[in-house]
């Protein structure tokens, strides 16, 4: 660094240190509350995927952060198969149970890694693959999840969210999950909120979505709400494979832009120093499972580990 620079660094970092202090003086208190991140995971793995790199530096800055786990990805055959060595049409209500464990252990040690507390998690314990059936239901219907028989919500190594706060689970219903999510966003407080984005193809993360987004509003949300990418469609992300140089990328797939409904260049990017990406590809691996026929899966997900992280605001117009 030249010593022009230097000086140049000194004088903004000095103006900054003014700019705190006043902030401090005539800011309103709302402004000044530490700020508090929730981010909104379908299943144990998308936080890592889309938001290990904002998790781990907004915890090294000293703020809250809360992972919330809407299901516990207990209704994937071929996983329960994989924890369990059987074949995948051999695995019972059981072995769905051990996987929802697995990958609840799963998201408590990847969060340790990206430097926060296994208490960070919070498992809201709805029906994996079952979020878009509820959210299209009337308020009063009761779902049964097909794997696991359960019709209420539960969690394996902690209790779930409703259990926790109210002493019983919620029935897989329209109105527990946003009335779970309506007391987090009021408890928790959040400057800042994540959610995976509507275009995905998955329909849990778009479930998870509209269910966030209705409670938001629900609750007069105003603070910052983003959404993070995760089975893009037609195919996402790009480039492929673990890059942590390199920058997420927009291709033609098919003679179609990929990522499909979304802007790009995304309005948010945030970039990850090197070791940041290689703590996120560690968070990753945290979520190794031997899932059955897909030998692809873990590669899949490592190939999120770019040299940033990309989000959209699908919210800020109509605000
Ligand atoms: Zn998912």
């Not at 071929?78 to 996987?99: C, I, N, R």
Request: proline content about 7%; hydrophobic content about 40%; overall charge neutral.
């Amino acid at each position: 660094m030249s010593h022009k620079r230097l000086r140049g660094c000194l004088r903004s970092m000095l103006l900054c240190v003014i700019a705190t202090g006043l902030s401090g003086v005539f800011a309103q208190p709302w402004s000044t509350r530490p700020a508090s991140i929730v981010v909104f995971a379908p299943h144990p793995d998308d936080e890592v995927i889309g938001c290990a790199g904002i998790i781990m530096q907004a915890l090294a800055r000293g703020a809250r952060v809360k992972v919330v786990a809407m299901t516990s990805g207990d209704g994937f055959p071929a996983a329960a198969a994989g924890v369990a060595h059987k074949a995948v049409d051999q695995v019972g209500p059981d072995d769905f149970f051990a996987l929802s464990r697995f990958r609840q252990i799963q998201s408590r040690s990847a969060l340790g890694i990206l430097g926060g507390k296994a208490d960070d998690l919070i498992v809201l314990g709805y029906p994996d693959g079952d979020l878009g059936s509820l959210y299209d239901s009337t308020d009063d219907k009761v779902i049964r999840q097909q794997f696991t028989k359960k019709n209420e919500t539960y969690a394996s190594i902690q209790k779930d969210y409703h259990t926790s706060v109210h002493g019983k689970p919620a029935a897989y219903q329209r109105s527990s999950v946003l009335g779970d999510l309506v007391e987090l966003l009021t408890s928790l407080q959040p400057t800042e909120i994540y959610v995976t984005d509507e275009s995905d193809g998955h329909i849990d993360h778009r479930a998870a979505f509209w269910f966030v987004r209705d409670a938001a509003k629900q609750v007069g949300y105003k603070g910052a709400f983003y959404t993070y990418l995760v089975h893009g469609l037609p195919a996402w992300p790009f480039p492929t494979g673990v890059t942590p140089n390199l920058p997420f990328e927009s291709r033609k797939v098919d003679g179609e832009l990929a990522p499909r409904g979304l802007p790009w260049p995304p309005p948010r990017r945030v970039p990850l120093s090197r070791e940041q990406a290689q703590r996120k590809l560690k968070s990753i691996q945290a979520h190794n499972i031997p899932v059955v026929g897909m030998p692809e899966h873990q590669g899949e997900m490592e190939s999120f580990v770019k040299s940033e992280e990309v989000f959209w605001t699908p919210l800020a117009s109509s605000r």
